[in-house]
């Protein structure tokens, strides 16, 4: 079965940039989705088709994808960006959809 | 405004069954594949299972294929999920999620508040 893997974690001044991976096998050639998960709350897609962005979510979110890694940015991160990030795939040959373990992104 | 309420949540024994309900609004629901995502406590995301539009296409994830069942009524506006022969690692809130196509792939534009379910004795 496909595999995504995302670091478990990445941490970032206020105002830096994070970026946060999700590695899979010829990812490049999929559409990747990105979620991001506040505690006791659900998910709210804030990338998804790799890179375009729902209505009401900042340009400060964006996301490219390449060979086998795609990247959620997050520029000029805020206090408000801590949260859990999830990637996620559909994966034709298993008809599964796929997600990847999720990353922790702290805001120092 | 699209919402999704989840209900049928609970304490529920191993071996024994549950039936998760979402009702759906501020949407043509008969338009829309629906998903099923679950969350262990202190864990990730985890896919359960997917339905087209019309449910022709059906999807699972193996950890739960054979003991649970998607099905959706589109008079009704509403998605649900059948479980059998629960376990302990089924122990989760469960997410109702609107997919932004008739078909099943894609992204999840949508989500309701999620119901918890455990299985304990």
């Known amino acids: 079965s496909y595999v995504l893997t995302q670091p478990p974690s990445v941490s970032v001044a206020p105002g830096q940039t994070a970026r946060i991976t999700c590695g899979g096998n010829?990812?490049?050639?999929?559409?990747v989705h990105w979620y991001q998960q506040k505690p006791g709350q659900a998910p709210v897609l804030v990338v998804y088709?790799?890179?375009d962005r729902p209505s009401g979510i900042p340009e400060r979110f964006s996301g490219s994808n390449s060979g086998n890694t795609a990247t959620l940015t997050i520029s000029r991160v805020e206090a408000g960006d801590e949260a859990d990030y999830y990637c996620?795939?559909?994966?034709?040959?298993?008809?599964?959809?796929?997600f990847g373990g999720g990353t922790k992104l702290t805001v120092l | 405004e699209v919402q999704l309420v989840e209900s049928g949540g609970g304490l529920v024994k191993p071996g024994g069954s549950l039936r998760l309900s979402c009702a759906a609004s501020?949407?043509?629901?008969?338009?829309?594949?629906m998903n099923w995502v679950r969350q262990a406590p202190g864990k990730g995301l985890e896919w359960v299972s997917s339905i087209s539009s019309s449910s022709s296409y059906i999807y699972y994830a193996d950890s739960v294929k054979g003991r649970f069942t998607i099905s959706r009524d589109n008079a009704k506006n509403s998605l649900y999920l059948q479980m059998n022969s629960l376990r302990a690692e089924d122990t989760a809130v469960y997410y109702c999620?609107?997919?932004?196509?008739?078909?099943?792939?894609?992204?999840?534009?949508?989500w309701g508040q999620g119901t918890l379910v455990t299985v304990s004795s």
């Open positions: 999620a609107r997919a932004n196509t008739a078909m099943v792939i894609g992204q999840f534009d949508y």
């Open positions: 010829n990812i490049g050639s999929k559409s």
């Open positions: 501020g949407f043509t629901f008969s338009s829309y594949s």
């Open positions: 088709d790799d890179s």
């Open positions: 996620q795939v559909w994966d034709s040959s298993s008809d599964h959809q796929v």
